[in-house]
């Protein structure tokens, strides 16, 4: 049986969430389908997977508290883990002719969203 998650963890899951619909908006403003959120994979998981004519985004969001607690919130070492996870989602979203790139949209309180473009280059 399950136990239940604790207090802290309930709220940082359900910012979560509400980032991951923010960043739906965002990027769907800057032209992007939403294709697939929350994907999960052996090797991690996909928070979002965009198109926008023929480039696939592989997503991951962050929300934090602070946009300090942002800068630290994201490394190499979860990049390498986003870009396992779309290479191993490739086939099933790319289209001959289609390139991929690893994004990363940063969120928080009181500012605007911060989307990073092909953040990963391989390691």
Do not use: C
């Not at 998650?5 to 939403?34: F, M, N, V």
């Not at 929350?38 to 962050?62: C, L, N, Q, W, Y």
């Amino acid at each position: 049986m399950k136990r239940p998650a604790a207090p802290s963890r309930l709220a940082a899951e359900k910012r979560g969430r509400q980032g991951e619909r923010l960043a739906g908006w965002w990027l769907r403003l800057k032209g992007w389908s939403i294709v697939a959120r929350r994907v999960r994979t052996p090797v991690g998981e996909i928070d979002m997977i965009a198109r926008r004519g023929s480039m696939v985004a592989f997503v991951e969001v962050k929300a934090r508290k602070t946009g300090q607690a942002l800068d630290e919130s994201i490394d190499e070492r979860r990049l390498a883990r986003v870009a396992a996870a779309a290479e191993s989602l490739a086939f099933q979203y790319l289209k001959q002719g289609d390139d991929m790139r690893i994004d990363v949209i940063l969120l928080a309180p009181g500012r605007a969203p911060r989307h990073l473009e092909n953040v990963w280059h391989g390691g």
